[in-house]
């Protein structure tokens, strides 16, 4: 199995150390009783070490580590890592830490506690179904690989949708430039972008985007994607404007002009053969090598 080099390590560390110090700051104003206590920074989930696709989203949900009753899903041994009672985001800055939660970024999907709920099942629905039209996997090492991160990469207790301070955590330094620091840690095959409205952020962190003209996907037309190439990062772009993680891609329980139900678009089936539309639609634009 391939590792981190170095230069990526030293890279992470840096770049975990700025997200701690930035949840400190947070923590000391309103946001902090929307932060989940014990949790530090997620700065992605997946094998780093691999050339894979990026997947973005908002936020790590609470979902992946709180139980209904509000109760944390797992202890120390779990898939992130969680400060001990009584210790602080101070003294979690040492380099024993920072390489723990770095190797259990890496081995998320490699491990018991993969939150598939909403990242779905191997062979099955959700995010990892549409990945697999693609031609890509969270778990299945015979296809391209995946990695996923997210704009913000703290734990929060609701979505963020709504939590009011939302946009004015957007408009900070750390907001307006985080995930662009981040990308470049990765080896990538290119970016994908789980809805319109990360779309539309990616489009403004990100202004060197040539962007085509939205098409709707054939079969299902009200699956609407964006495709693009960023001069700066080199990389094909994949916006698109509903959430394969969501039942009915966010898009309502109605029909499409064809009369197929948008519950359809959200099955396991109707997510995989999106996926190979898109891997054919991207295909003219901007080949992608294996």
Known sequence: ???????????????LTEAVQHQIELTNGPMKEELIERTTPVLWFGDAAKKSWL?????????QFLKKDGTLRFDSTGPFFLLNPGMSLEAY????????SIRKFNDYFQQK????????????G?????????GASLYDGSLQSVIHTDFFPLPTKRYMGKISMRHELEETVFGQTFFLKLVPLF???????LGREHTDRFRKLDPSVVWQEPVPLTDYPDAVVEFGYSAELNLP??????KPSEQF??????????????????????????GEHVRKKLAEFYPVED
Do not use: C
């Open 237 to 242: 772009i994949i916006g698109l404007h509903f």
């Open 126 to 134: 959700k995010l990892e179904g549409f990945l697999n039209g693609l």
């Open 55 to 63: 997947t973005v989203a908002t936020n790590p949900s609470a979902g």
């Open 93 to 100: 800055l040492t380099d024993i830490h920072l390489e723990q």
């Open 187 to 193: 080896s990538l095959h290119g970016i994908i972008l």
């Open 113 to 124: 506690d993969v939150y598939k709920t909403w990242f779905g099942k191997e062979q099955g």
């Open 249 to 274: 891609l966010g898009l309502g329980s109605r029909v499409d002009e064809n009369g197929r139900s948008h519950g359809t678009y959200g099955s396991a089936n109707g997510l995989r053969e999106i």
């Open 1 to 15: 199995m391939r590792t981190l080099t170095s230069e990526q390590r030293k890279s992470a560390k840096k770049l």
